[in-house]
């Protein structure tokens, strides 16, 4: 089977149930989080991105898990093709890394990703599925200055009920697709997601021009300084890269850390809420 856009994703989230054996490239991450989801959706094998790795190997840290159920699974980099952009990560891939069970099928490091695509696909294996279980860690902490702050491991966890709040996440920066409605789903105060070390064409800060023309502040933390796919690790361990001009406005600056620029932004709307009740 050749790689087409039916079995190519811009988010593991979007891969349906209907994919059960196949091999997809899902433009996601390749963290822990993904490896679970697509243990879940019983791929027979899939290609991510690699997210600039980051911190502690996290944006390939799912291939390890996958190796031990025997599903193959390698990951483009993210400096040759678009994070979130599966098309792009299709036709401009390179593969940067292989699991051992992907290696074995003979895709290594250099390739181009629709070979690899190609080779995950045309062999037959038993994968060992078991249970597969995510844990979709999602924390409303207590509010600073009236203002709601929701952690979230993934993009995808955000919903209408997070309305004006600060949502600190695990996910990459970047929009899926190129599509401006996929930077969030709900219109929150904000929101910071990991920069995947930018990638080519700067896709992993993608969101944050789209969340400008929402009045969303937006912000991205190294993947260097925090894992991907760990929204914990963003909000303790992350420093700011990228700001938005909402952002910049309520007094976000490049190189503070996480914590710093949520209590920055927390500040700067409990000072809006208090001009809007004195009017």
Not at 118 to 125: A, G, I, N, P, V
Request: charged share 20%; net charge neutral.
């Amino acid at each position: 089977m050749t790689g087409g856009l039916s079995s190519c994703f811009d988010s593991i989230t979007q891969v349906p149930e209907t994919t059960r054996g196949r091999t997809v490239l899902a433009a996601s991450h390749g963290g822990v989080y993904v490896a679970h989801l697509a243990l879940q959706l019983r791929l027979g094998g899939i290609v991510v991105s690699d997210a600039g790795v980051g911190r502690e190997g996290a944006g390939i840290a799912g291939l390890a898990l996958l190796d031990e159920r025997r599903v193959p699974a390698a990951a483009v980099s993210a400096a040759s093709a678009r994070i979130g952009d599966g098309a792009d990560c299709l036709a401009r891939g390179v593969i940067s890394f292989a699991n051992e069970m992907a290696r074995g099928l003979g895709v290594v490091a250099g390739m181009n990703a629709q070979a690899a695509f190609d080779r995950l696909s045309l062999t037959e294996r038993e994968p060992l599925w078991g249970h597969a279980s995510v844990e979709e860690s999602r924390h409303d902490l207590p509010k600073l200055g009236g203002v709601r702050l929701v952690i979230v491991d993934s993009n995808s966890l955000v919903t209408m009920a997070d309305k004006d709040a600060i949502v600190v996440t695990g996910s990459h920066g970047g929009l899926l697709g190129g599509r401006p409605a996929s930077a969030i789903k709900a219109p929150v105060m904000a929101a910071i997601y990991n920069d995947a070390t930018g990638g080519i064409d700067g896709a992993g800060v993608s969101r944050l021009p789209a969340l400008d023309t929402r009045g969303i502040a937006g912000a991205t933390v190294s993947a260097w300084s925090a894992r991907i796919g760990d929204g914990q690790s963003t909000y303790e361990d992350g420093f700011v890269t990228h700001i938005n001009a909402c952002a910049a406005r309520a007094g976000a600056e490049i190189g503070m850390s996480c914590r710093a620029l949520v209590a920055r932004l927390a500040e700067a709307a409990a000072k809006r809420i208090s001009k809007g009740e004195e009017a």
